[in-house]
């Protein structure tokens, strides 16, 4: 755990694909995909926070801060980031690091985070993906907060993608040994897949 990362839970999608609203909320193995990620972050960051828009009430359970879009319309993981960075900013300003972590993949490393820190630092940037096999994985990632200003930029210019932000911003990459780590729900067979996973 690091004192200077906040972390967060990326939540705020409508989960189209996937046919139900809230996919984190999906019960694996007797616990929500949320729960599962919660598990695996919390230890990693000094703070984790949700990214969620829609009633709050249905994740009270959870205890968490709950950091909903500052735009209406469920505009992207870009909204959610900076959502929660300029959330950062007002209440909590000791933080200089955002980790992000999506919710639909309920099986990242245990490490990210440290590794993240450590690939950015020896390569003094200001964001770090993380990398399995031939894919990066952008809403897995470390991100400066003074990057603020450029992702509000970015964001009013109608640039919201992830991969070509990080690329303009000279985002580096870790690379993990496993894409499994990374497997992530987006439709009704994928659901199929993790259920048959064993561990």
Known sequence: ?????????????????????????LQHKDRTLLQHCLERARPQVNELVVSA???????KAYDLQIVP?????????????ISVMAWAQKARKD???LASFATDTPYFPMD???????????????????AAGSDNHYTFALWSIQLLPQLLDH?????????????????VTEAFDHETDFFNLNTPDDWQTLQQRQN
């Open 155 to 171: 964001f009013a210019q109608e640039e919201r993608a992830l991969h070509r932000i990080a690329r303009s911003l000279g985002g």
């Open 1 to 25: 755990m690091t004192r200077d990362i906040l972390g967060v839970l990326l939540a705020g999608g409508q989960s189209q694909r996937m046919g139900h609203p809230d996919k984190f909320l």
């Open 95 to 97: 933080y200089a690091w």
């Open 112 to 130: 990210l985070v440290a590794r993240l820190r450590s690939c950015a630092e020896r390569q003094d940037a200001k964001v770090a993906i993380a």
């Open 53 to 59: 828009n829609g009633d709050p009430a249905r994740l």
């Open 69 to 81: 879009d500052l735009w209406p319309n469920h505009p992207g993981p870009l909204a959610g980031i």
